[in-house]
Antibody
Framework: EVQLLESGGGLVQPGGSLRLSCAASGFTFSSDAMSWVRQAPGKGLEWVSLITGRGEDTYYPDSVKGRFTISRDNSKNTLYLQMNSLRAEDTAIYYC???????????????WGQGSLVIVSS | EIVLTQSPGTLSLSPGERATLSCRASQSVSNSYLAWYQQKPGQAPRLLIYAASSRATGIPDRFSASGSGTDFTLTISRLQPEDFAVYYCQQYGSSLSFGGGTKVEIK
């Protein structure tokens, strides 16, 4: 059974940094691309980053490019999201998501974690 | 960036009725790389459909989907009590993006 468990969320001041982790189990971690998706309170879903299976390529939307960095440690089956220069509008539940492979056309979210809440406030 | 617009914003229906949800893209979605998700309050989203019309593992056949190009549809043939939720579409043909969601509520 695929399991994704996020951790590292919490309260941070504007301009601060936070690193989220996502521990994966139940599948061959290095075979699948992974993403982070966030959901602001009462709002819809927003994709914030993707990393390929071996970690060779990363992708971001303009809203977080230059501030967020996605990475993975395949030896530890763990995905990370380093978030810098945080803003109030980054307040959201952050989900890690597993894709169905690491090739074009596999980037739908086959599995999701339960999420980690990040609150950016002074 | 492909912008996905879902309609209606809210759909009020009774159990047993048919639900038809729309997802329209600002430009053609390559290879019909479009997925649908269901999200219930306090839960993570769940994959229903990928590649526009393929049901994910374990999804009941009352869920069906179709479409290509810029227009996609999710249909729930006979609403069950557990189907009342928010539904999102997502395209992955050009980067990734989500629609704003359609809430299916009990009438």
């Amino acid at each position: 059974e695929v399991q994704l468990l996020e951790s590292g969320g919490g309260l941070v001041q504007p301009g601060g940094s936070l690193r989220l982790s996502c521990a994966a189990s139940g599948f061959t971690f290095s075979s699948d691309a992974m993403s982070w998706v966030r959901q602001a309170p009462g709002k819809g879903l927003e994709w914030v980053s993707l990393i390929t299976g071996r970690g060779e390529d990363t992708y971001y939307p303009d809203s977080v490019k230059g501030r967020f960095t996605i990475s993975r440690d395949n030896s530890k089956n763990t995905l990370y999201l380093q978030m810098n220069s945080l803003r109030a509008e980054d307040t959201a539940i952050y989900y890690c998501g597993k894709h169905d492979g690491s090739h074009y056309g596999s980037e739908y979210f086959q599995n999701w974690g339960q999420g980690s809440l990040v609150i950016v406030s002074s | 960036e492909i912008v996905l617009t879902q309609s209606p914003g809210t759909l009020s229906l009774s159990p047993g009725e048919r639900a038809t949800l729309s997802c329209r893209a600002s430009q053609s979605v390559s290879n019909s790389y479009l997925a649908w998700y269901q999200q219930k309050p306090g839960q993570a989203p769940r994959l229903l459909i990928y590649a526009a019309s393929s049901r994910a593992t374990g999804i009941p056949d009352r869920f069906s989907a179709s479409g290509s190009g810029t227009d996609f549809t999710l249909t729930i043939s006979r609403l069950q009590p557990e189907d009342f939720a928010v539904y999102y579409c997502q395209q992955y043909g050009s980067s990734l993006s989500f629609g704003g969601g359609t809430k299916v509520e009990i009438k």
